[in-house]
Every structure is written in structure tokens, then in C-alpha cells.
């Protein structure tokens, strides 16, 4: 393998001209660089730096060289020194991010206005998460995604808790369950959309209402949130959705607190370890935390 730190002598040795100004360039004995300046020959098959007279004068083959040593002695030194600090103004990059139904439209209005306000040379793309494969994210396909960590999410990835949710059930505006409190029995009493998609854990609804002693009755069964509550817009049938993830796809909708006990969850935020040093990447989830944290609860 070619000893690259000879481009760093034969840099500094076309550019001095002689062995004495090189060696203390860089901080080298003369004998030290003249040992180099031997390798050097060996290694190019070429004197190239012979005396004439009192000083050393560069052969074509130098010459030649030295128009393509110092690019590439600065494009190491380029790649090796600390990454610039962060210029927000100038900034020009799209990020990825994907999410289950509803983040997008609950949570991206403000992100959109802290990321436009502080780097307006950004664009975010917002992806509908099918299921839970974390491919994407090892792929570099996408940058940030949003979701419930469990035995499934891949173990390497990076996460930082978001915000807590709990599962609610939603109705159209003129429902008869629009209205006060909503028991055990009008619960089960009307049919439901079942939400049932890879990686959702929606079944967990089922268990709690069974050891309260009650059946959902489905009537249908539906891939995604916005479908569910699409249906429950314009029927009477009842959607069981998370509240805070929703709340931008049930804004003209009912919505009230289940008649039994489930357990509330946390939605996190998820990358992948490369990205962790990414300045831009580390500015996008700050961004990301701050529009989570400062959307109001909006309790049903």
C-alpha cells in the first residue's frame, strides 16, 4: 500500500525548493528529509529535485506532479479537519421523515414554521409508515421517523421520547355518542373500524375492553387511521384512534375518553447512529421536539 504521508513531503518539497526550507516546514531533520526525498525518488522513478548550482530546480516530472499534489494534500486536509459549524441561512437540504397517519397533518404546520423560520433552504418530505421495518432508516432512505419502540425496532437505532398518547374513540359530529359521558354499553352497543396494519398494536384496545367485559363489535376493518376516521365522518360506526397523533385528521369529529382502562404509550423519535454527529441532522431533531412538545394536549 502507497505511504500517502509522501504526498505530504513531496508537497512541501516542490513547494520550498529545497530540503533545508522543507525539513523546517515540517518540522523535520535535513537528514530526516533527505531520507524522504530518496524514498520519494525510488518510489516516482524520477530525481525530481536536481541541483543546479547552489540550489535544487524541479524536473518535468515535478513539475508535472506539482500541479496535482497540492489539490490533492488539500483535499485531505480538507476531509480531516472539523466540520464547519452550521450555517442555518444557507442550508440546503431535504429531509425525510416518516410517520404513522396523522403526524403530518397534527405536528407539520408548526414544524414547517420553525424550520422555514430558521433555515428556509429546507425541505422536508413527509412519508406514511406502512409498518415498522427500519430499513429505510439503515438505508439512508430516510432521515427521521416517528413511533412506538417495542421488541421489534431495531436495537442500534437512536431514540428520544416525544410525546405520551393514549387510544380514544372518535365519532361523527351528530353521533348519539357525541354527546356527555360514554359508558361500557354504548361503547359496545354501536359498530366499530378496526385499524389493523403491521406493527400497530391496536389489539391491546380488544384486550382492555374484554377484562372490562366487553366486545367491540367490527364492522369493518381499515389499513390507516385516515381511512377509519373518513368512515366514522360519514357512518355511524366508531373509530378507536390515538388522540394527540390524530387530532389534525379529526378536527369536524367527536372524540371521548374509552369506557375502560389502556394503558397510554409514548411515541418516540428514531435514527439511525450514523446521522448521530450530523450538525443538520441534530438541528431537524431539535426542531422536531420543539414542534411535539409546544402542540397543546387538546384532551377529548
Not at 442500534?156 to 348519539?176: I, N, T, Y
Not at 366499530?192 to 366486545?215: F, I
Request: positive net charge.
Amino acid at each position: 500500500m502507497p505511504d500517502l504521508n509522501l504526498l505530504l513531503t513531496l508537497d512541501v518539497l516542490l513547494t520550498e525548493g529545497s530540503v533545508a526550507g522543507a525539513a523546517r516546514r515540517a518540522r523535520l531533520s535535513p537528514s530526516a528529509m533527505s531520507r524522504a526525498l530518496a524514498r520519494l525518488r525510488e518510489v516516482t522513478g524520477d530525481p525530481l529535485l536536481v541541483r543546479a548550482g547552489r540550489r535544487l530546480v524541479p524536473t518535468p516530472r515535478a513539475i508535472e506532479l506539482r500541479g496535482q499534489v497540492g489539490p490533492l494534500v488539500e483535499g485531505a486536509k480538507a476531509v480531516l479537519r472539523p466540520a464547519e459549524a452550521l450555517d442555518l441561512g444557507r442550508l440546503s437540504r431535504r429531509f425525510v421523515l416518516r410517520g404513522s397517519e396523522g403526524f403530518a397533518e397534527t405536528f407539520g404546520p408548526g414544524l414547517l414554521a420553525i424550520v422555514a423560520g430558521q433555515a428556509p433552504g429546507v425541505t422536508l418530505q413527509f412519508q406514511t409508515k406502512p409498518d415498522k421495518d427500519s430499513e429505510p432508516l439503515r438505508e439512508g432512505d430516510v432521515d427521521l421517523e416517528t413511533g412506538v419502540v417495542d421488541s421489534g425496532t431495531a436495537p442500534e437505532l437512536r431514540v428520544v421520547p416525544l410525546f405520551r398518547d393514549r387510544w380514544v374513540g372518535v365519532v361523527r359530529a351528530s353521533h348519539a355518542l357525541g354527546q356527555g359521558v360514554v359508558s361500557g354499553t354504548d361503547y359496545a352497543g354501536f359498530g366499530h373500524v378496526l385499524v389493523l396494519r403491521r406493527g400497530l398494536r391496536s389489539g391491546e384496545v380488544d384486550e382492555a375492553a374484554r377484562a372490562a367485559g366487553l366486545e367491540r363489535k367490527v364492522a369493518t376493518v381499515v389499513s390507516g387511521f385516515s381511512t377509519a376516521l373518513a368512515l366514522a365522518r360519514e357512518t355511524d360506526l366508531v373509530a378507536t384512534v390515538p388522540e394527540r397523533h390524530t387530532e389534525g385528521l379529526r378536527r369536524d369529529l367527536r372524540c371521548f375518553a374509552l369506557p375502560f382502562d389502556v394503558a397510554p404509550f409514548t411515541i418516540s423519535l428514531l435514527w439511525h447512529p450514523r446521522m448521530e454527529g450530523d450538525a443538520a441532522h441534530r438541528w431537524l431533531r431539535g426542531c422536531v421536539r420543539v414542534a411535539c412538545s409546544d402542540r397543546p394536549d387538546g384532551r377529548c
